[in-house]
């Protein structure tokens, strides 16, 4: 079992930047394949991003690449999401996820563990 915990959301203007992390305890983060996404009020949780457990591959969504960088400090059990050019259709609530295994995963019944989502609000 793991207990994930997002911070670092918050009210930015477009062009801005944002870091949210996501603190893993209980076990170890090392053990684990991460993953952010993402729900914006009326539509369905959408893949934003993830990482294998060593961190030495990722994967983004179309609507990020190239903004958003996924990271992992494994000695820290910590998982990052560094988010830059932020535009307002990036406000959503932001989800960190875990689930056993080596590799990446974007499907969201693909992991097993969640945080309890941090705010990203970006005005134009």
């Known amino acids: 079992q793991v207990q994930l915990v997002e911070s670092g959301g918050g009210l930015v203007q477009a062009g801005g930047s944002l870091r949210l992390s996501c603190a893993a305890s209980?076990?170890?983060?090392?053990?684990?394949?991460m993953g952010w996404f993402r729900q914006a009020p009326g539509k369905e949780r959408e893949f934003v991003a993830a990482i294998s457990r060593g961190g030495g591959n990722t994967i983004y969504a179309d609507s990020v690449k190239g903004r958003f960088t996924i990271s992992r400090d494994n000695a820290k059990n910590t998982v990052y999401l560094q988010m830059n050019s932020l535009k307002p259709e990036d406000t959503a609530v932001y989800y960190c996820?875990?689930?056993?295994?080596?590799?990446?995963?974007?499907?969201?019944?693909?992991?097993?563990?969640w945080g309890q989502g941090t705010q990203v609000t970006v005005s134009s």
């Open positions: 996820a875990a689930r056993g295994g080596s590799r990446y995963y974007t499907g969201r019944s693909e992991y097993d563990y």
């Open positions: 209980g076990r170890t983060s090392s053990n684990y394949s």
